[in-house]
């Protein structure tokens, strides 16, 4: 089975970056796509970004185009959401997700991920 755990989160001031982890266990991530999501309390979870496989192709959502990428290392079972010019907007819960497989017309929908980790909390301050 597998087990995701998000890392990375924290309090972080307008315009500052962060770097946010999803570790895996149980089973390689390289079986995978990959999604991160973001979910502010009373809201629905929002797409945030997607990865393949392979990591070869990522996709982000409009709201953080230019700002967030999205990487995988299947070797070390790890991906990351490298997060720069962080805006108060972005304050949520971000959490990881794993599905067997997703077209681009797809990934955006939470329902068709499988496997979820905790969330980590990131803060942007103005």
């Known amino acids: 089975q597998l087990h995701l755990v998000e890392s990375g989160g924290g309090l972080v001031q307008a315009g500052g970056s962060l770097r946010l982890s999803c570790a895996a266990s149980?089973?390689?991530?390289?079986?995978?796509?990959l999604g991160w999501f973001r979910q502010v309390p009373g809201q629905e979870r929002e797409f945030v970004a997607a990865i393949s496989w392979s990591g070869g192709r990522s996709f982000v959502a409009d709201t953080v185009k230019g700002r967030f990428t999205f990487s995988k290392e299947n070797a070390k079972n790890t991906a990351w959401l490298q997060m720069n010019n962080l805006k108060p907007e972005d304050t949520a819960r971000y959490y990881c997700?794993?599905?067997?497989?997703?077209?681009?017309?797809?990934?955006?929908?939470?329902?068709?991920?499988?496997?979820w980790g905790q969330g980590t909390q990131v803060t942007v301050s103005s």
């Open positions: 149980g089973r390689s991530i390289s079986r995978y796509y």
């Open positions: 997700a794993a599905a067997d497989a997703l077209l681009e017309s797809t990934m955006r929908f939470a329902r068709n991920y499988h496997s």
